[in-house]
């Protein structure tokens, strides 16, 4: 497609649950982020991959939250034993070149955990 | 201290007029970026700067590397201008995760 393609874009689970979301990047892309906003406040930083370096996970909360990237292109973002605080929005973007590259944000995929 | 402070946090202005956000940061960066998210939607990129100034239509962006410091303007604000416009920067290097501004959630009034 031409954009970022996230999917689902809204998902309800329960508490305890695993859930995936995943991330389709515009082709081409070497990099591709994954972020969360949370009701109120601003992005904040999952991970990151950039071609087949080893990607910064830096920004997973906990170690529930991991995250693959299948031949350089579509990510799942995994969510075992979901907590209520992990319902966010969850967002995915790309871009061509590492850092100094236009991002490009797929719509998100919203997370509900009840 | 966050390293991407914007101001103001909130803003909001009647139809027409000029208005500036301003994004200032306290680490080396290798671009800026503004970033717009209207209520309930995706976000989308406006401008991606590692120097100077750029302009997109009615948008103008500066970077001042030297102080650290972007703004972003907006001449004859419209309604649909209504949004959150979020400053992030590029760290570069080995680790190249942005860092987000809290947002500048901006009300233009017809």
């Known amino acids: 497609g031409a954009g970022v393609s996230q999917s689902p874009s809204n998902k309800v689970t329960e508490k305890g649950k695993d859930v995936e979301l995943r991330c389709d990047p515009i082709?081409?892309?070497?990099?591709l982020y994954w972020y969360r906003q949370s009701l109120g406040q601003g992005l904040e930083f999952l991970i990151y991959f950039q071609g087949n370096s080893a990607p910064d996970k830096s920004g997973l909360p906990s170690d529930r939250f991991s995250a693959e990237r299948t031949g350089g292109s579509v990510s799942t973002l995994t969510i075992q034993r979901t907590q209520q605080e992990d319902s966010a929005v969850y967002l995915c973007a790309s871009s061509f070149n590492r850092g100094t590259g236009e991002l490009f944000f797929g719509e998100g995929s919203r997370l509900t955990v009840l | 201290k966050n390293e991407v402070e914007q101001s103001p946090q909130n803003l909001t202005a009647q139809e027409g007029e000029f208005i500036t956000i301003n994004c200032s940061y306290s680490?080396?960066?290798?671009?800026l970026h503004w970033l717009q998210q209207h209520p309930g939607g995706g976000i989308v990129s406006l401008f991606m700067l590692s120097s100077g100034k750029k302009k997109h239509g009615r948008l103008i962006a500066t970077i001042n590397i030297q102080e650290k410091h972007s703004s972003l303007h907006i001449t004859a604000s419209h309604p649909r201008d209504s949004a959150v416009y979020i400053c992030?920067?590029?760290?570069?290097?080995?680790?190249?995760?942005?860092?987000f501004g809290t947002g500048t959630l901006l009300a233009v009034q017809p």
């Open positions: 992030a920067v590029s760290r570069g290097g080995a680790t190249n995760k942005l860092i």
């Open positions: 680490v080396g960066i290798s671009a």
């Open positions: 082709s081409g892309h070497t990099a």
